[in-house]
């Protein structure tokens, strides 16, 4: 008999911010460059073992273009768990997301456990060594267009300069707001195995 204990998740966030692939690498290990929006939503499972107990989520993945959104309570309602998702490379996903989280705490179960994801955070590191902490007081950068030849700093378009919101922000926010933070990359798995892992730690025993 299978007597792991089910638990209702929801993803919310921005069109295209990776919520689908989130899902899809935890479910699955995989990743699809191109992957296609999300139409309505999509429903998946996957088992998560914790030290001394097994969960089932049952996933509900929202689509997150705008028109879809009368949709969402649909799908959070009676939800214990949710997975809010930007996308580190874009602010706006970002104020996005805050106001999903707005929603949950107003309209969903007052006990819903939810995690705020940083994804894409795979396109800000530079592929040799990962970043130091030095948060970048990154200039505004208007366009230098001009190559010089000489010693070459960053190339143009380098990770740093990639990076909208930085961790410590996001971080800051989640704590005030309650809610666990992670930053993920769907294209390297970094993360995304610990967002489902500290979420079901949370999920009370019944
Ligand atoms: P909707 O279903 O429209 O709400 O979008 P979504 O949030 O499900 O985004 P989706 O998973 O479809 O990903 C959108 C695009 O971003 C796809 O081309 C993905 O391959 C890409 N993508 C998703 N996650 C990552 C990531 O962690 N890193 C990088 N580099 N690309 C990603
Ligand atoms: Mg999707």
Known sequence: ADKSVQVKLVLLGE???GKSSVVLRFV???FQPNKEPTIGAA???QKCRLEDRILRYEIWDTAGQERFHSLAPMYYRNAQAAVVV???TKASSLEKAKSWVKELQRQANPNIV???AGNKVDLVQSA???GDASDSVSEEDPD???ETGGEAPAPSG???SLRQVPGEEAQAYATEAGLLFFETSAKTGEGIVEIFTEIAKKIPIE
Do not use: H, K
Request: aromatic share 8%; net charge negative; charged share 15%.
């Open 144 to 146: 230098d267009a001009t």
């Open 114 to 116: 939810i995690a705020l």
């Open 15 to 17: 069109a295209a911010v």
């Open 28 to 30: 699955n290990n995989e």
């Open 43 to 45: 429903f998946l499972t």
């Open 158 to 160: 380098g990770p740093e």
């Open 86 to 88: 930007y996308d580190v």
């Open 128 to 130: 040799s060594s990962s």
